[in-house]
């Protein structure tokens, strides 16, 4: 049950977009269509962003957006603001059938 | 609204045992798969455990298989974790999460309740 691999850091200015990758295998995130994105503040509870690759739960801004190609999943940010800074962690189901998540990545909007 | 409590928690020594509890408001809990995720202090999610709804297909990630056991009380509403020999690695906060419903994202997250191993 390996961590999926995300950078541990990104930054952006605000009104910019920013990428962060998460990248699995064949056996989590190449294998299906059921990778998820959370957002969390210091000291505040994970929040689902984006569900199933790229669908976004109600009242999640339309400024994040998910994609995938091959093992690599991706979560967008753009038009950062202030208020988009903090960790976020992928997700994906596995063949195995446990879930897994990403290291976490820090985003600082400079 | 979906409201979910975590209990339990606290300090415990080396090899001890506690049972972590979820009481469940506001959806169907008999129809949704259930989840504990776990934070170490300062460190990044690990998911822990899944329950199916009808509790047939239960899943452990191999850091805590034959130590914790997951368990439900749909009558209840209820969602339990019982935690035996614990380590220091063990401590975190400990979420009480829903699956998302026929799919395999966490979209309701508890405050979490904290477990301390230390001596």
């Known amino acids: 049950q390996s961590a999926l691999t995300q950078p541990a850091s990104v930054s952006g200015s605000p009104g910019q977009s920013i990428t962060i990758s998460c990248t699995g295998t064949s056996s989590d995130v190449g294998g299906y269509n059921y990778v998820s994105w959370y957002q969390q503040h210091p000291g505040k509870v994970p929040k689902l962003m984006i569900y199933?690759?790229?669908n976004r739960p109600s009242g999640v801004s339309n400024r994040f957006s998910g994609s995938k190609s091959g093992n690599t999943a991706s979560l967008t940010i753009s038009g950062l603001q202030a208020e988009d800074e903090a960790d976020y962690y992928c997700s994906s189901y596995t063949s195995t059938g446990p879930r897994v998540f990403g290291g976490g990545t820090k985003l600082t909007v400079l | 609204e979906v409201q979910l409590v975590e209990s339990g928690g606290g300090l415990v020594k080396p090899g001890g045992s506690l049972r972590l509890s979820c009481a469940a408001s506001g959806f169907t809990f008999s129809s949704y798969n259930m989840n504990w995720v776990r934070q170490a202090p300062g460190k990044g999610l690990e998911w822990v455990s899944s329950?199916?709804?009808?509790?047939?297909?239960?899943y452990y990630a191999d850091s805590v298989k034959g130590r914790f056991t997951i368990s439900r009380d749909n009558a209840k509403n209820s969602l339990y974790l019982q935690v035996n020999s614990l380590r220091a690695e063990d401590t975190a906060v400990y979420y009480c999460?829903?699956?998302?419903?026929?799919?395999?994202?966490?979209?309701?997250w508890g405050q979490g309740t904290l477990v301390t191993v230390s001596s």
């Open positions: 329950i199916s709804s009808s509790t047939i297909y239960i």
């Open positions: 999460v829903r699956a998302g419903s026929g799919s395999y994202y966490f979209d309701y």
């Open positions: 199933d690759v790229s």
